[in-house]
Each structure stands twice: as structure tokens, then as C-alpha cells.
């Protein structure tokens, strides 16, 4: 049983977990420095610390630490405490399992093609998103979600949450502000669209004026997106983007 593939399915899932792991162990325990349990929100683990009454209460330890979402170190007495005959004493630190940050890139052009390649090496879980089967094609970079769909009906299919982060450039101004109306409205880490100055004046008076978002909405919204560094060509405005992705990430 490989708990660090687990560790990973869960990372990139909606469901939530906890690595438990012995840190100190004294006198006869059942298990040793070093053992591990993944504990999942229903209770249900994989791996053991050692059974019997610890294990019981290590999993009710494990499920108040993921739903405050914070790492805690207990202390276990085998006997006084879980009325095991071994004796020793035992010491886990549980720790909630950390989302991977999601990186949506709504089109699959030079600078969708340029941002995926250079983000895989972040912490992100990366899908490219483009009606044209073709574009998609061209991206040959293992590990990232490539769907080809059609961006309205993706949209209401995709989960949205804090540890979201939104860039939208794809090949029709028209196509980047229905995905940014779409956007807006949901939860997220970072939102950004790409282009010119007259693009987003343009689009910000348009979003007022049709109440698809309000000033303040507006204000949130990373346009034109990226850090300025004067960068020309997709390569350097992927690198002015990812500058700006961890910038947030990082608070």
C-alpha cells in the first residue's frame, strides 16, 4: 500500500484527510517511530499506528484536526489512557492534507501553451481548457488535464473554491468576458484575464453598465493580467502571469 500515491489522490480530490505519524515512541508500543495512517473525513484509514483503543482515538483526533484544518501533536500513555497492557508511551502528529492549488488556463494558445508548461513545476493541478481540438493537441506536457469543450457548457461543471486560480486567454474577447461573468461570481484564490488597456476599460464599463458585476467585483480581478515587466512574446507574459499566481499564493 503506497499511503504517498493516497496522499496525492487526495490532494487533487474534493475529499479531505489526515496524515497521522508516530514521532516518539517510549517503552513497548505496537508501533515504532516512523509508522503511518491516513485518516479520511469518513473515518475510514489506511495504514496503521497500532490498533486497539490508540488507533480508535487517533482517528477521532484526526477528524477534529481536518475539520479546524490545523496540525496538532498528541501525546498518548498506552495504559492510563487507552488501557493497553504494553505500557509505553507514544507521541502522533496528525496533519490535515493540504488541496493542491487548481489552475484553470481558459485557452490553449501560445501563452495558455507557454503558462502550462512553465506552472507544472508549481504546486498547481493544472487543467487547459479550448474548444479547438487542434490547440490541444499541440500540448504535449504530462501531468496536466487537457479538455476540449466548449467553454459555456464546461463552466457549471468545474469546481470553484479558494485554492482556485482563473486565467482566461483565449482567441475571442467575447469568449474571455463570458468566462470572466462567469468567474466572478464564484470562490477563488486569483482571477485574471489577459489584454490590451482598451480591453479592459471596455469590459469593466460593459460588466457596470449590464450589473454582471459591480465596481468592487471589478477591482478583484487581475486585468491586464500579470506583474509588468514589459514582456513581449508568450513566454515572457506566461513568466509575468506565473510571477503574479505566486505572488498571491504566497500572500
Known amino acids: 500500500m503506497n499511503l504517498f500515491s493516497e496522499i496525492e489522490r487526495i490532494r487533487r480530490s474534493e475529499k479531505q484527510g489526515a496524515l497521522c505519524i508516530i514521532v516518539q515512541a517510549k517503552g513497548s508500543t505496537p508501533r515504532k517511530v516512523g509508522a503511518r495512517m491516513i485518516v479520511k473525513e469518513d473515518g475510514s484509514i489506511l495504514g496503521t499506528i497500532g490498533g486497539g483503543n490508540l488507533e480508535k482515538k487517533v482517528i477521532e483526533n484526526a477528524i477534529r484536526q481536518i475539520e479546524k484544518n490545523e496540525p496538532k501533536l498528541y501525546k498518548h500513555d498506552l495504559l492510563h489512557q487507552h488501557n493497553m497492557c504494553c505500557g509505553g508511551s507514544i507521541e502522533i502528529y496528525i496533519e490535515p492534507i493540504q488541496k493542491m492549488n487548481k489552475l484553470y488556463i481558459f485557452g490553449a494558445g501560445h501563452t495558455g501553451h ?36 466548449d467553454y459555456k457548457k464546461v463552466l457549471p461543471t468545474l469546481p470553484f473554491d479558494e485554492k482556485t486560480y482563473i486565467t482566461i486567454m483565449t482567441y475571442e474577447h467575447s469568449h474571455d468576458r463570458d468566462i470572466l461573468s462567469y468567474c466572478i461570481r464564484q470562490p477563488y484564490a486569483y482571477l485574471g484575464m489577459i489584454g490590451s488597456e482598451r480591453k479592459v476599460k471596455l469590459t469593466k464599463k460593459m460588466f457596470v453598465e449590464g450589473n454582471l458585476a459591480t465596481k468592487k467585483e471589478l477591482e478583484n480581478v487581475d486585468m491586464p493580467m500579470g506583474i509588468s515587466i514589459n514582456a513581449e512574446g508568450p513566454e515572457e507574459i506566461a513568466i509575468s502571469i506565473l510571477a503574479k499566481l505566486i505572488a498571491v499564493k504566497n500572500g
Do not use: V
Request: overall charge negative; cysteine-free.
Open 114 to 149: 507557454a503558462l502550462a508548461k512553465i506552472a507544472i513545476k508549481m504546486d498547481f493541478d493544472i487543467y487547459i481548457i479550448d474548444d479547438r481540438k487542434s490547440h490541444l493537441n499541440d500540448i504535449n506536457i504530462d501531468s496536466i488535464n487537457k479538455m476540449n469543450l
